[in-house]
């Protein structure tokens, strides 16, 4: 337990200092083996806070198993991750603001560079989910993006950020600064189009 929980923190404060995660916002969790359990960021904690002692295990319905804090709301959309993708191992939801502003065109990014297209495979989904967190009724359609793109690396959410995954939180993290990344570089390509710096 204690392995996971150092890599929940690692990801946390790297996605912190990375700038895809400020203030007390985002999630990030990681499965723990062989159970149907995952350690939580608790609601209210900064990314760059995450300790050991802080930390939350609750089930796959984000209800508390162990630990003295709340957590996050988002804890369902975790477990429902988990619970039908066995091979995810980690997840981390940030609100990353070039990722955010992409997610406004409700257009799938486009995996434009060659290290997405290589890292990816697939674009990222994104999808319009009217609610400040993801509720049970809206998992259906969270899923179906997994079934257009099988190889689906994250997803993004209409002024709400990116969902990425992992085998490990910091895979997990790197997904988000990647996309990140990309979502930089389709809105200057965009300007780039617009201002005719670049052909279309």
């Not at 804890?75 to 091979?87: K, T």
């Not at 002024?159 to 085998?167: I, M």
């Not at 910091?170 to 005719?196: C, F, P, R, S, Y």
Request: hydrophobic fraction near 40%.
């Amino acid at each position: 337990m204690s392995e996971k929980k150092q890599d929940l923190i690692v990801a946390a404060k790297r996605a912190y200092t990375r700038g895809i995660q400020t203030g007390s916002g985002g999630n990030i969790s990681v499965r723990v083996p062989d159970h149907e359990l995952m350690i939580v960021k608790p609601s209210g904690v900064s990314f760059i806070d995450c300790s050991e002692e802080n930390l939350v295990v609750t089930d796959f319905r984000g209800n508390l198993v162990d630990g003295k804090y709340q957590p996050t709301r988002e804890a369902l959309l975790h477990g429902v991750l988990y619970q039908h993708l066995p091979e995810v191992g980690a997840v981390v939801h940030c609100h990353s603001p070039w990722s955010i502003g992409w997610s406004y065109s409700k257009r799938d990014l486009p995996a434009l560079t060659y290290h997405a297209q290589l890292k990816f495979g697939c674009p990222v989904a994104t999808l319009d989910i009217d609610a400040p967190v993801v509720p049970e009724e809206e998992m259906p359609r969270v899923l179906e993006l997994f079934a257009k793109y099988p190889k689906l690396p994250a997803f993004l959410l209409v002024a709400h950020g990116v969902v990425a995954l992992g085998k490990t939180a910091v895979d997990a993290e790197h997904v988000a600064e990647m996309v990140e990344e990309t979502a930089q570089i389709a809105w200057l390509q965009q300007i780039g189009l617009k201002n005719g710096l670049i052909a279309g």
